[in-house]
């Protein structure tokens, strides 16, 4: 799985649309292999990006839960404290 795709669901507040059209980007970055398709493939690859994008925000749209929302600055704080430990010099 690619680190750069973040969790998006049940966050308060919620995956703004440049959130889930960045993920996208790197979900069809990663399929397809390009970081930037050539220029013969260039349509075919932004319009992969965003229907994945229109998908997303529909399931995200969708999903329920009984969860609280977690809160992104709390979420981001773990992340920092984790990526500390792990790069930490030894």
Do not use: H, W
Not at 33 to 60: C, D, H, M, Q, T
């Amino acid at each position: 799985m690619c680190r750069n795709i973040k969790t998006l669901f049940n966050f308060a507040p919620a995956a703004t649309d440049e959130e889930i059209y960045a993920a996208s980007l790197q979900f069809v970055r990663k399929l397809s292999g390009y970081n930037k398709p050539s220029k013969a493939n260039e349509v075919a690859f932004n319009r992969a990006v965003i229907r994945v994008a229109a998908v997303a925000r529909s399931l995200i749209d969708t999903l329920q839960t009984t969860a609280d929302p977690r809160d992104r600055e709390v979420e981001a704080a773990r992340a920092r404290a984790r990526a500390a430990e792990r790069f930490k010099a030894t």
